[in-house]
Nanobody, 122 residues
């Protein structure tokens, strides 16, 4: 089992930034690729970014490329998502998740956190 707890969400103005964190406990964190997904009201959960076990490979959705950065610190069992230049369409609940493989497919992820809400004001 891997337990994931997100933090760092909040209210920010358009163009602002946040740093989301996801702390993991349980089985070996570095054994899993990690991903961030988001879900806006009335919409399906969508892929945002993923990072390999070592952190050497990152993969982004086109909608966030150049604005968001995923990183991880295996010594701290934590994955981060730096979100910059926020737009109203970025407003959602952001979830971190763990997978055996780097993937943009929600079905590949086996452990999920409870989410942290990001609200973007115009």
């Amino acid at each position: 089992q891997v337990q994931l707890v997100e933090s760092g969400g909040g209210l920010v103005q358009t163009g602002g930034s946040l740093r989301l964190s996801c702390a993991a406990s349980g089985r070996t964190f570095s054994s899993y690729a990690m991903g961030w997904f988001r879900q806006a009201p009335g919409k399906e959960r969508e892929f945002v970014a993923a990072i390999s076990r070592s952190g050497g490979y990152q993969y982004y959705a086109d909608s966030v490329k150049g604005r968001f950065t995923i990183s991880r610190d295996n010594a701290k069992n934590t994955v981060y998502l730096q979100v910059n230049s926020l737009k109203p369409e970025d407003m959602a609940v952001y979830y971190c998740a763990a997978s055996p493989v780097v993937s943009d497919n929600v079905q590949e992820y086996v452990y999920w956190g409870q989410g942290t809400r990001v609200t973007v004001s115009a």
